[in-house]
């Protein structure tokens, strides 16, 4: 069934009216009708029935008929941080890490990064686009914040919230120590960041920096990653550690 | 270090001659000289430090000087097998694979495959050619086979020769059982096929078919991946499972 985002503020006692891209996308893709059936997501990340009562010229307006139960979302809030790379591999990445359920995404310009970071809302705006519509089709509940870009003394500053702090240390990688194992075993219920470095990866002394403020390395395995693969590999383990059940 | 892969032919007591594109790429585009090393993998898997000799007009000839142990293949060979869909998806999955230890890889036309296979061997070899540059990259010491495109009947009979059959089903996402992992769990020194639909996903006859056929249906966590995104959590899960060290 087709799932929309909703604002808080859209929802006045079971009814729900939506405008703008979802209206156009219920009306003109869609093409639904009184009585169709959608599921509603609000901001607290309810997930609701809802069926169509009106189509107006602006706007449609739902009735609310039930909460549905809704298990879509990682039991750990994970949010990635990139190193800066070209546009399509971000929006790769950020499409790719909301539907393994992250919980945020960003990117960080690095000492490696071979792009310059643009001054530019639209490259924001396009990357929350991302990141809804990938939570729709994933069916997820949440769509993740994205932050944009940062230097890499304020994500240090930005990371400090977080109960995990990882990154992705290739010299770690030989050792395969099964620290990043011994991590996610005790993720649920937390907050998570995980830094993984541009193509070039991250330098030592960057790693310095990182360990300095609280940031374990961990390997991902004994082969090379590139840089927009590296992500997927830690969200998929972050699902089969939490979400694939234990014999036990 | 530069990595190649090398026929087994290519040697002849502790000398190896690379011709070819391997050739073009050590002398125009590495631009190496005599006494510059390599590393040099040969069709068994054995990985060797190498040292050029001469570099002549149609080929450069070098000297082994000593075997590496190399431990960056997964325990496990894993052959990816995903519903036919766009090219360039295909090769995205495949490049990815690759990188995440993959054995082999493969597309099957099935029922919701929106794309027709194409009778055309510029197909293959273009795939061939991505697992080689892959798996220097990932630096990795086997090449995964790439085995064209089946028809369903002639997959399932191809599949005859797996110790593990598992294919990725919406339905089973639900259930959570934690099959997955349970079979990853004894998967180390096995040989595994895994079997991911297309855009519409695997059809209920399929996956009839399927079980009948000893395939075991597993859930990916869940949210709905999408096509291209199913293989790399799967091939993400083994290596979690297989190389990232337990604590016990």
Redesign the interface.
């Known amino acids: 069934m087709q799932r929309y985002f909703i604002q808080n503020e859209a929802i006045n006692r079971k009814k729900v009216v939506i405008k703008g891209d979802d209206y156009h996308h219920i009306r003109n893709v869609m093409r639904m009708r009184p009585q169709d059936q959608v599921t509603v997501c609000d901001e607290d990340g309810n997930v609701h029935l809802a069926e169509i009562e009106e189509i107006t010229a602006t706007e449609v307006r739902l009735k609310m008929l039930e909460r549905l139960e809704c298990?879509?979302e990682l039991e750990a809030k994970v949010t990635v941080a990139m190193g800066l790379t070209r546009r399509e591999k971000q929006e790769e990445v950020l499409r790719?890490v909301t539907?393994?359920?992250a919980s945020g995404f960003l990117t960080v310009s690095m000492e490696r990064s071979v792009v310059k970071a643009k001054e530019n809302s639209s490259v924001l705006e396009r990357q929350k686009k991302i990141a809804k519509e990938a939570a729709e089709?994933?069916?997820?509940s949440r769509i993740p914040d994205v932050h944009g870009n940062f230097t890499f003394a304020g994500f240090l500053d930005f990371a400090e919230r977080f109960e995990i702090k990882i990154f992705a240390y290739e010299e770690e990688a030989k050792k395969?120590?099964?620290t990043?194992?011994?991590i996610l075993?005790t993720a649920r219920g937390k907050s998570a960041i995980v830094l993984t470095g541009p193509e070039g990866g991250i330098s030592s002394k960057e790693a310095e920096l990182l360990k300095s403020r609280g940031f374990v390395p961990v390997?991902?395995?004994?082969?090379?990653?590139?840089c927009e693969?590296a992500p997927?590999?830690v969200m998929?383990?972050f699902?089969?550690?939490l979400?694939?059940?234990?014999?036990s």
Do not use: C, F, V, W
């Not at 979400?243 to 014999?247: A, D, F, H, M, T």
């Open positions: 298990a879509s790719r539907e393994l359920g089709q994933s069916q997820r395969n120590d099964g990043l194992r011994r075993k390997g991902l395995g004994p082969r090379i990653l590139r693969t997927l590999y998929s383990a699902g089969y550690e979400e694939s059940e234990n014999e």
